[in-house]
């Protein structure tokens, strides 16, 4: 009767043709402003971040300052939710103004203030390879040690951030509770710039802990120099760019013990010194075997004593293997390979059968891309793409 009587009054109208009926509607309701935390908090959690969401419309802008520094953070596809880029910082004072609109016109505006809990321990990066400004070769990892444990190695893992010039994939592996390691899928793009940031103030590494500072550095990707060493030839080709620049004729581990056998697999020369001391391992002065010596231009490509170094043995170089592990060469030679090396530059050695672990110095290009990524705390490969997403704040989702 309702929908009838409707119309009979629309035909009415008509034909009288001189009057008007308004009926009343009532007025859209305006978007509800949501923030985690909330306006007033004072001990709110760094580690949780900061989220404004509108209920019932879109948010048109979000302002969040730290004492008075803009807080970074972006949108969600939805225009719905807004979430800070990483963690807040402790005991700081921040002031958020959000102004979200529906798409009939009604709009509404928040404006507050909340606080953030002091750290209880203070959580930070205790050292990190490659150095500040440091030009590296192309299999260069970045190697992050921390100056306490990590018990939530996503939360930490999320606010480590690489980015390059020339980018390329890469994941980081966790290689014990207190350090991290960057590798990437591929050696990197030779001549490039490289910036880490450690976003760690605000994240929660363990109960009662968090990061009070972040830390950042850059470093250059030099050439790419590429060394082979065939243990069997008794040859060492080193390649720049492509193109051989050395020739070296070596001699490899005598294999008599395995501590004696020179290691097969991708190494990376490490750091280098003119001169190195060299003592046999387990053994003591007159032992037979023993031996302490110091070695000119010492290019270290293990952490189980291998090096690339210069030896006056040039009647066994290219013809036998008579080393304790190392990789000699002619002195003149060896002295080019150490002034044209850089940390990081790839050194593959075939023809023995000792591996070399992936845990063994810099040995991580052993492992292959995909068990690389089965050590990150956000990789998992039954999810979708196999990466764990970083979850919406509590009580937001």
Same mark, same amino acid.
């Given at each position: ?27 859209? +309701?305006?978007? *509800?402003?949501?923030?985690? =935390?909330?306006?007033?908090?004072? !001990?709110?959690?760094? &580690?949780?971040?900061? @989220? ?52 009939a016109g009604p709009s509404s505006i928040a404006m507050g203030r909340f606080r953030t809990r002091a750290a209880g321990r203070p959580f930070g990066v205790s ?31 999320? +606010?480590?951030? *690489?980015?390059?010039?020339? =980018?390329?994939?890469?994941?980081? !592996?966790?290689?014990? &509770?207190?350090?991290? @390691? ?216």
């Open positions: 009767m309702r929908l009838a009587a409707a119309f009979c009054l629309v035909v009415l109208l008509t034909v009288a043709g001189c009057s008007s009926v308004t009926a009343d509607t009532p007025a859209a +309701a305006p978007p *509800v402003i949501t923030t985690f =935390p909330a306006f007033d908090t004072h !001990r709110a959690r760094p &580690d949780r971040g900061l @989220v404004v969401k509108a209920g019932g419309g879109t948010l048109r802008q979000v302002l969040a300052y730290a004492a008075g520094r803009p807080v970074p953070g972006a949108l969600d596809p939805a225009g719905t939710t807004w979430r800070s880029k990483w963690a807040l910082e402790p005991d700081t004072e921040y002031a958020v103004t959000a102004t979200a609109a529906t798409a050292s990190v390879s490659p150095l500040p400004g440091e030009e590296v070769g192309v299999g260069m990892p970045i190697i992050v040690t921390f100056d306490g444990p990590v018990r939530d190695k996503a939360a930490v893992e999320r +606010a480590l951030e *690489v980015t390059a010039a020339k =980018p390329i994939e890469g994941a980081w !592996r966790w290689t014990g &509770d207190t350090q991290a @390691v960057y590798r990437t899928s591929r050696f990197w793009p030779a001549r490039q710039k490289v910036t880490f940031n450690a976003h760690l103030t605000g994240v929660r590494p363990s109960p009662g802990v968090f990061g009070t500072a972040d830390h950042t550095l850059s470093f250059t990707v030099g050439r790419k120099q590429a060394s082979t060493v065939d243990t069997r030839t008794h040859q060492m080709v080193v390649r720049r760019d492509g193109q051989v620049v050395q020739n070296m004729a070596i001699s490899a581990g005598m294999a008599t013990t395995r501590e004696y056998t020179t290691t097969s697999g991708v190494h990376l020369t490490m750091d280098k010194g003119n001169p190195v001391r060299m003592v046999s391992p387990g053994r003591k002065k007159g032992d037979p075997g023993f031996y302490d010596l110091m070695i000119d231009h010492a290019v270290r490509i293990s952490n189980s004593g291998e090096y690339v170094h210069a030896k006056n043995n040039v009647w066994a170089q290219g013809r036998a293997n008579v080393s304790h592990g190392c990789i000699n060469s002619r002195p003149d030679q060896a002295a080019w390979f150490f002034a044209n090396s850089l940390r990081g530059d790839p050194v593959s050695i075939t023809g023995t059968d000792r591996p070399l672990e992936w845990n063994n110095g810099w040995g991580f290009w052993q492992l292959s891309w995909e068990k690389w990524q089965l050590g990150s705390a956000l990789h998992d490969p039954a999810s979708d793409g196999g990466w764990v997403q970083q979850a919406p704040a509590p009580g937001l989702r």
